[in-house]
């Protein structure tokens, strides 16, 4: 069982910068695959970025959306990844949640609450 709480959402104006935490609990989850989504109104959960746990050093991607914008991080002694966005645009507003991939006993996936990021132009 792992739990996930984001924080750091807000109201921000365009091309302002933000950093998301989620802060990991319950297993070891900075040895597993994670990620950032988000989900707008009236659109689906969308990949923002992730982070793959690899013994020669994590494997980090970006949706080409925020490439170049959003940095994806992680300290494992503290359990806790993080999002900075940066340049933020009204689209980028959504609900941000982050998720783990645990493999085993059975692989499953787990979710945080979410954290609201509303960007006005």
């Known amino acids: 069982q792992v739990r996930l709480v984001e924080s750091g959402g807000g109201l921000v104006q365009a091309e302002d910068s933000l950093r998301l935490t989620c802060v990991a609990s319950?297993?070891?989850?900075?040895?597993?695959?994670m990620a950032w989504y988000r989900q707008a109104p009236g659109k689906e959960r969308e990949i923002v970025a992730s982070?793959?746990?690899?013994?020669?050093?994590?494997?980090?991607s970006y949706a080409d959306s925020v490439k170049g914008r959003f940095t994806i991080s992680r300290d494992s002694a503290k359990h806790t990844m993080y999002l900075q966005m940066s340049r933020l645009m009204p689209e980028d507003a959504a609900i941000y949640y982050c998720?783990?991939?645990?493999?085993?006993?059975?692989?499953?996936?787990?979710w945080g609450q979410g954290t609201q990021v509303t960007v006005s132009a």
């Open positions: 319950g297993r070891r989850a900075s040895n597993y695959d």
């Open positions: 982070i793959r746990f690899s013994f020669r050093g994590d494997i980090i």
């Open positions: 998720s783990v991939v645990v493999p085993s006993p059975v692989k499953s996936i787990y």
